[in-house]
């Protein structure tokens, strides 16, 4: 079964300075991944995926996150954060479970605060 | 626009009591899932449902149940709730035939307390 393993609980910023959260899986066959973030008091939503083709991906509020399959990892980057970042971060790996449909695993989530 | 919807966001209920958690979507999706968030542990899948009247165990089905007899509608059923069960149980759908690389959708969430 796959996992997904996220470096760090949380994370403190101050405005301005730069992102990076690690994402690890483990998995073996062919993934897809997410970056999920979680608002306080909103619902989750997608922030961005990986599904094929360049590795760089960019999503939505100047994330992007780079898929390296040699070192199972995905992480989500942001040169500048804003204290609007503030939020829960999910990295998530959706692949076939042994049912043979497709289960979508989490990681543990990481927490930004971003001070002003 | 894309809806899921959960029947109550709060929900207090006592020990060994039956409870009931309804998730509805609006974009006939073939997929629904049932999450728990607790902090520290992320999201773990603890039923999913790919078809009317089909489920599959997640990673943490036990003390769980759930009902699909119609494509629109997911629900989780707390046979006999426990303390352990106080949560944030999240609902999601999915089309079928998207292939992996599709988003989940999510519901606001319900907050369950149990005491």
């Known amino acids: 079964a796959q996992s997904v393993s996220q470096h760090n609980h949380h994370v403190i910023l101050s405005e301005a300075a730069s992102l990076e959260l690690g994402c690890n899986y483990s998995?073996?066959?062919?993934?897809?991944l997410f970056w999920y973030v979680q608002y306080p008091g909103q619902h989750l939503q997608l922030l961005l995926k990986?599904?094929?083709?360049?590795?760089l991906v960019k999503g939505i509020k100047g994330f992007e996150a780079e898929f390296i399959k040699s070192k199972f990892s995905f992480n989500l980057r942001k040169p500048s954060v804003q204290w609007s970042d503030t939020a829960e971060y999910f990295c998530?790996?959706?692949?076939?479970?042994?049912?043979?449909?497709?289960?979508?695993?989490f990681g543990k989530g990481t927490k930004l605060s971003v001070i002003p | 626009d894309v809806k899921v919807t959960q029947s109550s966001r709060y929900l207090v209920k006592r020990t060994g009591e039956k409870v009931f958690l309804e998730c509805v979507q609006d974009?006939?999706?073939?997929?629904m899932f049932w999450y728990r968030q607790d902090p520290g542990l992320g999201l773990r899948l603890i039923y999913f449902s790919y078809d009317v009247k089909m489920k599959e165990k997640g990673d943490i089905p036990e003390g769980y149940s759930v009902s699909r007899e119609k494509k629109e509608r997911f629900s989780l059923i707390l046979e006999s709730a426990s303390t352990n069960q106080t949560s944030m149980y999240l609902c999601?759908?999915?089309?079928?035939?998207?292939?992996?690389?599709?988003?989940?959708?999510f519901g606001p969430g319900t907050r369950l307390t149990v005491t």
């Open positions: 998995y073996g066959g062919t993934v897809n």
């Open positions: 999601a759908s999915i089309p079928a035939g998207t292939g992996s690389s599709y988003e989940q959708y």
């Open positions: 998530a790996v959706n692949a076939r479970s042994g049912a043979g449909s497709y289960q979508l695993t």
């Open positions: 990986y599904f094929s083709g360049d590795p």
């Open positions: 974009m006939d999706h073939e997929n």
